[in-house]
């Protein structure tokens, strides 16, 4: 009755069967894994998010595959003053999540059973883009040496006939890792050399601990390139779903590319017009709530680098963005039965490496958007287990 592409297996894994247990005995859980901003104590402009979605213009149904002009208009305003980078709206298309994004693309390039590289360690919302969409995702590494890099002979090996593209999560998620300017040369290199389109992850971009800018895919004109984001991160609001796809390159391609994404957003006009009336606001009001994230992640970095120089069991790996942190503790069990014990000893909850595909055990993914206090304790007992 049902297709091969949702043949999932569905069960719930170890560690959520003991969340649930852990639950269900009313302890109070420390939780190490949150990534949902709006439950993370931030300050949000309630007044001007909420006026905003209640635009007259919204009472009109003008029906525009891309998106209407002022939303395209506010993102490319969003690249031009914060990443210093011309984007042409025309360029854009509004999808109303980076996932849907992914799927237009993986769409607009594949045939079923094509290859799509993708990093690892990453993210692992991919599997099931990928089975939806029927492709098939082919890991190449990141390597880990004061620092992340692309793991480049490797990605060259997993290219067979049947890739289409190269996936980069710019920084990733949850190394924290930029492409950085002599990756995206060989990058693009490879990509020319084997005719592969490019699909850049940037949900992440503003979030450098340096408070540096850095550049955008979306100013890629190598190849055919396909620039995801939005504002579920941007401007920390996933529940809005205002996402985007900028396509950039070779003219030519990015013209065929652009008709193509034009059918596809036509036939599923996803977007309503309430949030896109908004998004010039919610767009706009990024700074504070990006100011009040970074500042958070910054100082929950500072605590977790003072409590570990207090001990020498445990270390965290370099990261230049993100909102993740990553703990090498030492293996003396599966990173699964290691983030189980915590949850059942300690009652703190942490991703172990493997949920993000990490190539061996010995790792925990720690939220840093955690509030301080929580995060401080959580830190301390996870440490207290390898340290005595
Ligand atoms: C790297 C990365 N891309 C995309 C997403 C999902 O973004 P969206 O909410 O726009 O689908 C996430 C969510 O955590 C992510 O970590």
Redesign the pocket.
């Known amino acids: 009755m049902f297709s091969n592409r949702t043949n999932w297996k569905l069960t719930r894994n170890r560690l959520t069967e003991a969340l649930e247990e852990a639950k269900a005995s009313g302890v109070r859980i420390i939780d190490l894994t949150i ?1 949902n901003p709006t439950r993370a104590g931030f300050d949000y402009p309630e007044r001007e998010i909420l006026s905003s979605l209640a635009s007259p213009h919204s009472l009109d149904y003008d029906p525009q595959p891309k998106g209407l002009p002022i939303a395209r208009a506010a993102i490319a305003a969003y690249y031009e003053t914060q990443h210093a980078t011309r984007v042409d709206p025309e360029c854009l298309i509004l999808t109303t ?4 994004g992914y799927s237009f693309v993986f769409r607009l390039l594949c045939n079923p059973g094509d290859e799509i590289l993708i990093p690892k360690p ?2 692992p ?1 991919f599997e099931f883009l990928a089975d939806l969409g029927d492709v098939k995702l082919v890991p190449y590494p990141l390597l880990y040496d004061h620092g992340w890099q692309i793991d480049f002979p490797a990605l060259r090996e997993a290219v067979t006939a049947h890739t289409r593209a190269v996936v980069v ?1 710019h920084p ?2 949850p190394t924290g890792s930029f492409v950085q300017a002599g990756e995206l040369d060989e990058l693009n290199r490879t990509c020319q050399e084997h005719s592969l389109a490019v699909i850049a ?1 940037e ?2 971009l503003d979030y450098a601990h340096d408070h540096r800018a850095r550049s955008t895919f979306s100013a890629n004109q190598e190849v055919l390139t396909f620039t ?1 984001s ?1 504002i ?2 941007i401007s920390a609001l ?1 529940q809005m779903k205002v ?1 985007w796809v900028c396509t950039s390159g070779p003219q030519s391609q990015v013209e065929t590319a652009l008709s193509r994404l034009e059918v596809i957003a036509d036939t599923y006009l996803s977007m309503n017009a309430p949030i896109q009336w908004a998004a010039p606001t919610l767009l706009d009001q990024r700074k504070e709530v990006q100011r009040q994230l970074l500042d958070r992640v910054l100082a929950n970095l500072a605590e977790l680098d003072r409590q570990l120089a207090a001990q020498s069991s445990c270390q965290r790996l370099i990261m230049d963005a993100g909102w993740c942190a990553i703990l090498r503790v030492p293996v003396t069990q599966t990173d699964e039965d290691l983030a189980i014990e915590l949850l059942r000893q300690k009652s703190v909850l942490a991703h172990p490496g493997h949920f993000y595909d990490f190539p061996s055990d010995g790792y925990l993914v720690l939220s840093l958007i955690t509030p301080a206090q929580e995060f401080s304790r959580g830190i301390r007992s996870i440490l207290g287990v390898f340290n005595g």
């Open positions: 990534s999540s980076t996932s849907e990453s993210y919302l999560v990733n998620n992850d949900v992440f995801l939005g579920s991160k996933p996402a």
